[in-house]
């Protein structure tokens, strides 16, 4: 007990944000090669709806997409040059945070919320089937190719096209996708938020009480 007491928070900060990071990077290992395997399969497996999702890249490259990104790396800079460069002598353990009831009521409500979200970033994390997505790519690269999506077409008057139908499930499953990636993006940017938010708290703790 006397050792958590003794616990330079900001300095173990340093050490749960890697961890973190390192930990939640493994346990995606398997939805990264996954996903690597399909996108390297792509050209030359599904090389038709390669090209008609190219020209649906749109729906990722939205302001709502790429803020939460871009709100997550300035999160993670004023993390970065709070810990190194604005107050890189600070100290403050788990004991002298006890002593001050006020800072206590701020750190361990955001300090508990940070550790649950972390976890559950790290512990929740789903699987993709890529042996099912590949037999929806075979089936959408078959009526994109073959002649029957023409026959098709022409003997039901042009009331079902298979091609057209192929490109509405390609841009629903993209707009999905994109819907996806963004809540995920706000997810991380919520967890960078309270480590800084945390972070700060002990920070500031310490310069008000060496003031």
């Given amino acids: 007990m006397s050792e958590l007491a003794h616990l330079n928070l900001i300095r173990f900060l340093d050490f749960y944000f890697m961890f973190t990071f ?23 497996r599904w090389p038709r709806l390669l090209a008609l999702v190219t020209q649906h890249r749109t729906i990722f490259l939205t302001w709502s997409t790429v803020m939460p990104a871009l709100l997550a790396l300035l999160l993670s800079l004023i993390q970065l040059v709070a810990s190194r460069q604005l107050w890189p002598q600070a100290q403050m353990t788990a004991g002298e945070l006890a002593r001050h009831w006020w800072a206590l009521a701020a750190a361990v409500p955001l300090g508990l919320a940070m550790f649950a979200l972390d976890a559950h970033g790290i512990l929740a994390v789903g699987r993709i089937d890529r042996a099912e997505m590949e037999k929806y790519f075979d089936q959408a690269e078959y009526w994109l190719r073959s002649k029957a999506a023409t026959v098709v077409r022409v003997f039901t008057l042009g009331f079902v096209n298979p091609r057209r139908m192929v490109a509405t499930e390609v841009r629903k499953a993209l707009v999905s996708t994109s819907a996806l990636l963004n809540t995920t993006l706000w997810w991380v940017s919520m967890q960078t938020a309270l480590r800084v938010a945390f972070g700060l708290t002990l920070w500031l703790t310490w310069a008000a009480t060496r003031a």
Avoid at 27 to 44: D, K
């Fill in 22 to 44: 390192l930990a939640g990077t493994v346990r995606r290992l398997g939805q990264y090669h996954s996903i690597g395997r399909l996108a390297v399969s792509l050209p030359g």
